[in-house]
């Protein structure tokens, strides 16, 4: 089952209250969720998700634990207007928990693992047209050799892409582990020997398939419109490009203008109504228990008034 990475440091960071009104935009197996009905008693949390295994899992899990909650099943880039067709216009806390869930790679059919062989589909919510297949068999050279630059920080980005081009004309390329086979035959032996070389391109890949990064962008903007004072966001992320847009995000709306840094007090109308915490890393413990958890961070942003 899956395990949620810094639940502790996030739960106390959200500084939940017994009314709070909290919205979970990553209901994944209800690790985060379980955790903060337990804290609301009076208040309401809405989770969002668009994985049927997953939601069905979560309703029964935290119907265990009490009934003030409400699954959205919709991706998180329509907070705001899921949130505003439910009558909600202002939330106490809201928090992402990016990333891939285990049970999603432990099932082998939806191709997320490069470890097991399945059809090339990687898709979050199965009802969505656009599959890793399509990804891998109908984009063009240049288009496949940007997203495993650009969301994979893959370096041998142009070589796999020949390489699959180059075999798709022969045949299509149906499974993960086809895929898998084509990107070790394009990096150096001693590439492939050092890491597994097909993490960064299934991560590419599955990041366009889902729009993951374009939807993360776009939702935790809104979700800072949505907060009320003393309000706090906390984002878990787990690769540089998530944990890039969420501090850049949060520097645009927390960061005081370069001439009053050096000024030791700052009158309170020139001070931002918001403020970035301190970033938080899991400890030794946590990664010697859980290895997905060595690459997490935790951002925490607070309205102040």
Known sequence: ????????????NLDLKEDSIVVDCTLGYGGHSSEILKRIPKGKLYCFDQDEDAICYS???LREIASNFEIISS???NIKEE?????VQ???AILYDLGVSSPQLDQKERGFSFHQDAYLDMRMNRKESLTAHTVVNRYSLEELVRIFLEYGEEKYARSIAKKIVEARDKKEINTTLELVTLIKEAVPFKYAREHHPA????????????????FFEKSLQDAISLLNTNGKICVITFHSLEDKICKTIY??????EESLKNIP???EAYLKDYEMEKTRKPSKEEIEKNPRARSAKLRVLKKRR
């Open 75 to 77: 991706n998180f880039v």
């Open 199 to 214: 993490r960064r391109v299934f991560q590419a890949i599955r990041i366009e398939v889902n729009h993951e990064l374009e």
């Open 59 to 61: 309703e029964t899990r």
């Open 251 to 256: 520097k645009e709306v927390s960061q005081l």
């Open 83 to 87: 949130l505003e067709k439910r009558g």
């Open 90 to 92: 202002k939330v106490d």
């Open 1 to 12: 089952m899956h395990e949620s990475v810094l639940l502790k440091e996030a739960i106390e």
């Open 265 to 267: 007090v700052i009158p």
